[in-house]
């Protein structure tokens, strides 16, 4: 009996991990925000569903967007903004504790925006040509954001929200193989390589670049992204490598939109 027990139990266990998505298994599994770094997570807008872990990146979807599990820890993150002309002053950081999450490996582009949006059932969509399908959303205020987020959050059991601005500079400073540092790839600016979309004319497609050790995109320039705490960071196309270093910000009021802000997001199963 008490083996029929057990082989009851792993068969229940093995069909709720691959199973319908609907059993919310793949985010509190033990693979979940315990997981290795860089474990991905793909999640369905239009249908709200979550598919199984796994190791890998799959291609760009306007309905998917896909979240890196980000391991817990406790490293030096800025105070406040301590961004000087040779970047942020190591002495600013102070040793804190981040519990593991998901965040979204790219910043959520125009379109996804939309369906977003759809799904939703607030707020505008916004008009876009072919060519700015994948560039990511810009000039959306924080309150917008917030709105259409609490919206989704009503009918969903997945929740999507804001990062707070200590675990979108925990994500940052963990993205290469060094820890505390100012980029996603480490300590120098000059190493930038394609990792950042700086000092440029224009955005790039979310799908664009150099991803780092966490499989994270664009954490550097391509557009400011919200916080929780109503800042925006990462910096932007129109700036330079030092300003999008990880412990900079900037204090925004949450009601203007801002031509060069978007959105990257969180992923978490309702309480």
Same mark, same amino acid.
């Given at each position: $009996?008490?083996?029929?027990?057990?082989?009851?139990?792993?068969?229940?266990?093995?069909?709720? !991990?691959?199973?319908? &998505?609907?059993?919310? #298994?793949?985010?509190?599994?033990?693979?979940?925000?315990?997981?290795?770094?860089?474990?991905?997570?793909?999640?369905n807008i239009d249908e709200g569903?979550?598919?199984?872990?796994?190791?890998? &990146?799959?291609?760009?979807?306007?309905?998917?967007?896909?979240?890196?599990?980000?391991?817990?820890?406790?490293?030096?993150?800025? !105070?406040?903004? @301590? #961004?000087?002309? $040779?970047?942020?002053?190591?002495?600013?950081?102070?040793?804190?504790?981040?519990?593991?999450?998901?965040?979204? *490996?790219?910043?959520?582009?125009?379109?996804q925006w939309n369906v977003l949006?759809?799904?939703?059932?607030?707020?505008? @969509?916004?008009? /876009?040509?072919?060519?700015?399908?994948?560039? &990511?959303?810009?000039?959306?205020?924080?309150?917008? /954001?917030?709105?259409?987020?609490?919206?989704? =959050?009503?009918?969903?059991?997945?929740?999507?929200? %804001?990062?707070?601005?200590?675990?979108?500079?925990?994500?940052?400073?963990?993205?290469?193989?060094? *820890? +505390? *540092?100012?980029?996603?790839?480490?300590?120098?600016?000059?190493?930038?390589?394609?990792?950042?979309?700086?000092?440029?004319?224009?955005?790039?497609? #979310?799908?664009?670049?150099?991803?780092?050790?966490?499989?994270?995109? =664009? $954490?550097?320039?391509?557009?400011?992204?919200?916080?929780?705490?109503?800042?925006?960071?990462?910096?932007?196309?129109?700036?330079?490598?030092?300003?999008?270093?990880?412990?900079?910000?900037? *204090?925004?009021?949450? +009601?203007?939109?801002?031509? %060069? @802000?978007?959105?990257? %997001?969180?992923?978490?199963?309702?309480?």
């Amino acid at each position: $009996m008490k083996n029929i027990i057990l082989v009851l139990v792993s068969y229940l266990l093995v069909s709720c !991990a691959v199973g319908d &998505p609907d059993e919310y #298994v793949s985010i509190t599994s033990p693979e979940g925000f315990d997981g290795p770094v860089g474990r991905i997570v793909s999640f369905n807008i239009d249908e709200g569903k979550l598919t199984n872990n796994r190791s890998t &990146p799959s291609a760009y979807d306007k309905e998917r967007i896909e979240f890196a599990s980000i391991s817990g820890g406790t490293i030096g993150l800025s !105070a406040s903004d @301590a #961004v000087t002309s $040779m970047g942020i002053d190591d002495a600013s950081l102070v040793k804190t504790a981040v519990d593991g999450f998901y965040l979204s *490996t790219q910043e959520l582009s125009q379109e996804q925006w939309n369906v977003l949006i759809k799904e939703a059932g607030v707020g505008t @969509a916004i008009a /876009i040509t072919k060519d700015e399908e994948k560039l &990511p959303v810009a000039g959306i205020s924080k309150d917008e /954001i917030e709105v259409v987020l609490s919206a989704w =959050n009503a009918t969903h059991h997945f929740q999507l929200r %804001l990062p707070s601005n200590n675990e979108w500079e925990y994500a940052c400073r963990i993205g290469g193989t060094e *820890t +505390d *540092t100012q980029y996603a790839w480490g300590e120098q600016a000059a190493d930038s390589g394609d990792y950042a979309q700086v000092e440029t004319t224009g955005p790039r497609n #979310v799908n664009s670049g150099t991803r780092d050790d966490n499989n994270l995109m =664009n $954490m550097h320039g391509n557009v400011w992204e919200w916080t929780s705490n109503s800042d925006l960071r990462g910096g932007s196309w129109n700036d330079n490598v030092i300003s999008s270093s990880s412990g900079n910000r900037l *204090t925004m009021r949450t +009601d203007v939109s801002y031509v %060069l @802000a978007g959105v990257r %997001l969180v992923i978490e199963v309702a309480q």
